[in-house]
């Protein structure tokens, strides 16, 4: 079993919809969630962090975390066609909280 | 604002080359990390240090070696490259259990 999982997607969703990212993960000590966007050709950069249950939210941008379902989440609302990258969920890990699993990413593509 | 910068965006190595990968960060960060990302894969970690002169292996050290002599820089060596090398190689650097900055990026072909 992988340490985080996410659907590899694509996801489509119409410019201005909400598009929906969920990711779980497998340690239930880990303490730490993150959100990274990834362009084509391009380095991760990093959208949100969340550490504690419930939603964060920033500007389009809502993190959700339950931790008792070892599920987070994203959501982007009015998505507009420069949402369209691969998204990477990350969690820390049991043993150095340093550490960072990665899952394999969510293709997101936002149609005009 | 955090800068992490790599020295090559692209590379071309022939096979068994000694190749170094460098990695700077100028915001005083204690860990440095490198990965590798493949299609299909996603992000592997290779090795990360979490001081100077300390480093631990992460998911797939075999056929690479790391260097920190200094706080702001790591260094991944692959000493004899390979094909099955080539790869997307990514540098990131964090404070204590915070978040990662990723450098550019160095994508290295071994033929």
């Known amino acids: 079993q992988k340490e985080v999982e996410q659907n590899s997607g694509p996801l489509s969703v119409p410019e201005g919809a909400i598009a929906s990212l969920n990711c779980t993960y497998s340690?239930?000590?880990?303490?730490?969630f993150f959100w990274y966007r990834q362009y084509s050709g391009k380095s991760p950069e990093l959208i949100m962090s969340i550490y504690s249950n419930g939603d964060k939210e920033d500007g389009r941008f809502t993190a959700q975390l339950n931790k008792a379902s070892q599920y987070v989440s994203l959501l982007i609302r009015d998505s507009q066609p420069s949402d369209s990258a691969t998204y990477l969920c990350?969690?820390?890990?049991?043993?150095?909280?340093?550490?960072?699993?990665f899952g394999s990413g969510t293709k997101l593509n936002v149609k005009p | 604002d955090v800068k992490v910068t790599q020295s090559s965006r692209y590379l071309v190595k022939r096979t068994g080359e000694k190749v170094f990968l460098e990695c700077v960060q100028d915001?005083?960060?204690?860990?440095m990390f490198w990965y590798r990302q493949d299609p299909g894969l996603g992000l592997r970690l290779i090795y990360f240090?979490?001081?100077?002169?300390?480093?631990e292996k992460g998911d797939i050290p075999e056929g690479y070696s790391v260097s920190r002599e200094k706080k702001e820089r790591f260094s991944l060596i692959l000493e004899s490259a390979s094909t099955n090398q080539t790869s997307m190689y990514l540098c990131?650097?964090?404070?204590?259990?915070?978040?990662?900055?990723f450098g550019p990026g160095t994508r290295l072909t071994v033929t």
């Open positions: 915001m005083d960060h204690e860990n």
């Open positions: 340690d239930r000590v880990s303490q730490s």
């Open positions: 990350a969690v820390n890990g049991r043993y150095n909280f340093n550490k960072f699993y």
């Open positions: 990131a650097s964090s404070l204590d259990r915070d978040e990662q900055y």
């Open positions: 240090s979490y001081d100077v002169k300390m480093k």
